[in-house]
């Protein structure tokens, strides 16, 4: 488990801090990004603009943090005791929470492809998504249920991928038989990758 610094954690305990992540959160949802500015920040948080730049250095920033902390608390890390399991309960969770709020994830990527310096934060919070993944993974390893080797980074592109399609194109929905077959379609990969390894 990440441990916090000290200073972080001391800052969150504040209450214009986390007015602040509230509203980025609030107006990401509602109005998405592209229609948020670091005015309308402060004034739905209640703050000056001043204080916001205080503990960020961007409105990306501040707008990743917030919804870097709703997806840990609306996609927590699974474990299940079965890589089933938790592909099941981690792929369900994102599912939801895009079906609720698909525009955010999908404007933060525009923004990402406009702006530089959002594209490195934005990189820095999918990474630490993909650690999720990459961790459920290990364990299903060192429970032997799947022998990984070097692939674990390939495997992730292969089950985070067609999530990120359906999102983008919308061409069919991120449902429960989404889920499913995403899950069925790892368990034979598992299966055929564990066979080929057998002596």
Same mark, same amino acid.
């Given at each position: 488990?990440?441990?916090?610094?000290?200073?972080?954690?001391?800052?969150?305990?504040?209450?214009?801090?986390?007015?602040?992540?509230?509203?980025?959160?609030?107006?990401?949802?509602?109005?998405?990004?592209?229609?948020?500015?670091?005015?309308?920040?402060?004034?739905?948080?209640?703050?000056?603009?001043?204080?916001?730049?205080?503990?960020?250095?961007?409105?990306?920033?501040?707008?990743? =943090?917030?919804? *870097? &902390?709703? /997806?840990?608390?609306?996609?927590? %890390?699974?474990? @299940?005791?079965?890589?089933? +399991?938790? #592909?099941?309960?981690?792929?369900?969770?994102?599912?939801?929470?895009?079906?609720?709020?698909?525009?955010?994830?999908?404007?933060?990527?525009?923004?990402?492809?406009?702006?530089?310096?959002?594209?490195?934060?934005?990189?820095?919070?999918?990474?630490?998504?993909?650690?999720?993944?990459?961790?459920?993974?290990?364990?299903? =390893?060192?429970? *032997? &249920?799947? /022998?990984?080797?070097?692939?674990? %980074?390939?495997? @992730?592109?292969?089950?985070? +991928?067609? #999530?990120?399609?359906?999102?983008?194109?919308?061409?069919?929905?991120?449902?429960?038989?989404?889920?499913?077959?995403?899950?069925?379609?790892?368990?034979?990969?598992?299966?055929?990758?564990?066979?080929?390894?057998?002596?």
């Amino acid at each position: 488990m990440k441990v916090q610094h000290p200073r972080l954690q001391k800052r969150r305990r504040k209450a214009p801090y986390r007015a602040i992540l509230d509203a980025a959160l609030a107006l990401l949802f509602e109005d998405g990004y592209t229609k948020l500015t670091v005015e309308r920040l402060a004034e739905r948080a209640g703050v000056s603009r001043q204080t916001i730049y205080r503990w960020w250095p961007s409105l990306g920033a501040v707008v990743l =943090e917030a919804y *870097g &902390e709703e /997806a840990a608390r609306r996609v927590p %890390e699974p474990d @299940t005791g079965s890589l089933a +399991g938790d #592909l099941r309960q981690l792929l369900g969770d994102i599912s939801k929470l895009w079906r609720a709020h698909g525009d955010a994830p999908r404007a933060m990527i525009a923004e990402s492809q406009r702006d530089p310096r959002f594209m490195e934060l934005w990189r820095e919070f999918n990474q630490r998504r993909r650690e999720v993944l990459l961790r459920i993974l290990k364990r299903a =390893e060192e429970r *032997g &249920e799947l /022998a990984l080797g070097s692939d674990a %980074e390939f495997l @992730t592109d292969v089950i985070y +991928g067609p #999530l990120w399609y359906r999102l983008l194109l919308g061409h069919a929905p991120l449902d429960e038989d989404f889920t499913e077959r995403i899950v069925a379609i790892m368990g034979r990969l598992v299966e055929e990758k564990n066979s080929s390894s057998r002596p």
